[in-house]
């Protein structure tokens, strides 16, 4: 019998090959198998809220379980519950959606996969922003297309401008997919950001898709979607995280009328459906009963955001822009280290902390940056500062 | 305001473009007016199991709901997940599996999302049945490589033989896909056949994939597994089938040592992980109790299978090849039509009857199949074999 690896490294695309691992994931096994010896760790490297799904949301789903009836659903997903999201658009924004573009998917991560493979053919062009979320160029590049990275910074919240869209457009490229709030750092698109970009990337004939997942998580900030300002742009959304219903693995996808055919295609033969017993507890999402729970958990998480984020720059920790909305906090490390990956090892290795270093998020400058995650609790929150202190002894 | 369609339709990617919708959608539409008018209408179309899921399944899902904590898993599935499906090929099929081989997945379709996402490169050949599920050339397709279809007809029980493989290989063609029992005839490959097809893709250097999905759904028949043949093959299953889940889109992954690395940076980047309360739900699915339902079912199955294609060969369709698994019957027509589509839009309009056309399996001679689902139950199947009579005039 022959060794079966050798021969089936060379099988695995390049696709496969080139696609990078979260490298966090490195530190995650690290920190489970501290707390397996023992060890106590507070973590600050989740990018999932730490409440469970409200109970409407859950009592909805135990209640459709219950016949034990569950079969496919239409591609595209429930009518009610596509027209349960429109009406969100309509009472939320003030935006008229009809139901027909609302696409129900598998999580966010199912609404990228059916834009992008909508959308991208090989040698295509898209822009991301660097830092952004590190899945946005492997869906890109999934589809045999390349991102093209803006390279964003603190002095424009490190968010993308209508000018580097301008500077960065190419005549291989057909669109853009940015995030907001982003993540890693928390900054939000205002009304007027959010028509610019639009009319940069419109204007040169391409799309935008709008990753809108921490949409609901803002703290004071604006909250305005992209839809506000076309009705040709794509918009990637979540019940994850304003909605805490991670697990659940739903989201949606809005997409223009011209779209939604394809999509719907895509969606038949990728996925068959997204789950049902998901979709029946997400009917309960948008119930008074359970907005009243989502918003006090965002008061809490704006608590923990306003804590955290005066704890760290009282310990010398730069933040150079205000973190607005989802749950992140993006510090700038340097004046403790020139090394981020080292310096989020040795919070783990010293402080039982677990945070996630800048690397995961882009590769223009990762190493003067960590993501803090304020997805746990004020109490643990503030223990990981008290430890942090002691490392740093200040 | 500029006309939103005319600019995006080009704006959509070759590959959406070619994906090729279901035919059948457009039947089911026209059945369900057809319901909405007040018309009784005998499904045969469908491809789930009417059956609720087993309540043991249900229960184990409504109780870890119970909690709301609903977080996410790891991207290759919960660890007792995996050590559950690695014992029931232990005990199933007595082939030692580890656990560590096993990726829990969105269903089938995300089993067939990953595979070919970490084995498709750009212009890649792979070899698939005609006719075959529809969605597997759409995989392919996905990815930028190119299904090359083998034309399996009666002599054969529409299976592909190590010689059409030979036959059909190229230097371009990186692996097949085939599957037993197959969707749309029932077909099922024998221990030697699998061997056979292994080593006729193997010693080539090539992958082959293996879609089981319809396991466990077998009537007398042999229902052995690949995994018995090669440890370097990849095996499509899952929960939706023989374990009755569909809506809760839950499959799962068997792939080589080499390739687990691989799956799981594409299943961390483009699915993050498979929905939890489907998981926790599986995990019953193998317990002795939950194991007596779907064996209950599956002589139920039988029966259905053997009313039907008594019944179809009393009336004058040839079955040219005996269905042993799934709960499909692939019927010749040609004794009534010779044009499948214009047959199944007759069978709806005359005789209230559903059923799929041979177009959606392939392109080699849909004109002469259609496709019998036997998703409900025998006292309806019985009344739709009473309209087909009256229809025929027999």
Redesign the interface.
């Known amino acids: 019998m022959t060794a079966?690896?050798a021969?089936?490294?060379s099988?695995?695309?390049?696709?496969?090959?080139e696609?990078?691992?979260?490298h966090v994931?490195e530190l995650m096994a690290r920190a489970a198998a501290l707390e397996a010896t023992g060890h106590d760790i507070v973590h600050m490297e989740v990018g999932?809220p730490d409440f469970?799904?409200?109970?409407p949301v859950?009592e909805a789903?135990?209640d459709f379980?219950?016949?034990?009836?569950?079969?496919?659903?239409s591609a595209l997903g429930l009518p009610r519950l596509r027209e349960a999201i429109a009406g969100f658009y309509q009472e939320h924004y003030g935006i008229a959606l009809p139901a027909s573009r609302v696409v129900v998917t598998?999580?966010g991560?199912?609404a990228l996969?059916l834009a992008l493979?909508?959308?991208?053919?090989?040698g295509d062009e898209w822009l991301v922003t660097d830092p952004g979320y590190?899945?946005n160029r492997?869906?890109i590049r999934?589809?045999?297309g390349q991102a093209k990275a803006i390279v964003v910074g603190p002095e424009n919240r490190f968010q993308p401008t209508p000018e580097q869209v301008a500077s960065h457009w190419t005549a291989h490229t057909?669109?853009a997919l940015f995030g907001s709030p982003s993540n890693p750092t928390g900054t939000v698109l205002r009304g007027h950001e959010l028509r610019g970009l639009t009319e940069a990337v419109e204007s040169r004939?391409?799309?935008l898709i709008l990753d809108e997942i921490y949409h609901g998580l803002t703290y004071g900030g604006c909250d305005e979607s992209v839809l506000t300002y076309s009705?040709?742009a794509c918009v990637v959304q979540s019940f994850s995280k304003y909605f805490n219903?991670?697990?659940?693995?739903l989201g949606w996808l809005i997409v223009?009328?011209?779209?939604i055919r394809?999509?719907?295609?895509?969606a038949?033969?990728?996925?068959?459906?997204?789950?049902?017993?998901?979709q029946h507890a997400a009917l309960a999402a948008f119930l008074p009963e359970t907005r009243a729970i989502l918003e006090a958990r965002r008061t809490e998480f704006r608590q923990r955001r306003d804590f955290l984020l005066g704890e760290l720059l009282r310990l010398g920790f730069t933040i150079p822009a205000q973190p607005e909305g989802a749950f992140y906090i993006y510090a700038d490390i340097s004046a403790f280290s020139g090394d981020s990956f080292a310096f989020a090892s040795r919070l783990l290795d010293e402080a039982g902390i677990a945070a996630t270093p800048g690397l995961d998020f882009g590769n223009a400058d990762p190493a003067r940056y960590m993501r803090f995650a304020y997805t746990t609790n004020l109490e643990r929150l503030a223990e990981g500062i008290a430890r942090l202190e002691k490392m740093l002894g200040r």
Request: charged fraction near 10%.
């Open positions: 079966p690896t021969p089936y490294l099988a695995v695309s390049r696709r496969a090959q696609i990078a691992p979260f994931m999932e469970p799904t409200p109970a859950v789903a135990r379980l219950a016949s034990g009836h569950v079969h496919y659903t598998a999580g991560s199912g996969l493979g909508a959308l991208v053919n090989p590190p899945c492997h869906f999934t589809f045999e057909r669109g004939g391409g799309t009705q040709q219903m991670t697990g659940w693995r223009p009328e011209a779209f394809p999509v719907e295609k895509l038949q033969n990728l996925f068959i459906a997204p789950s049902t017993p998901a």
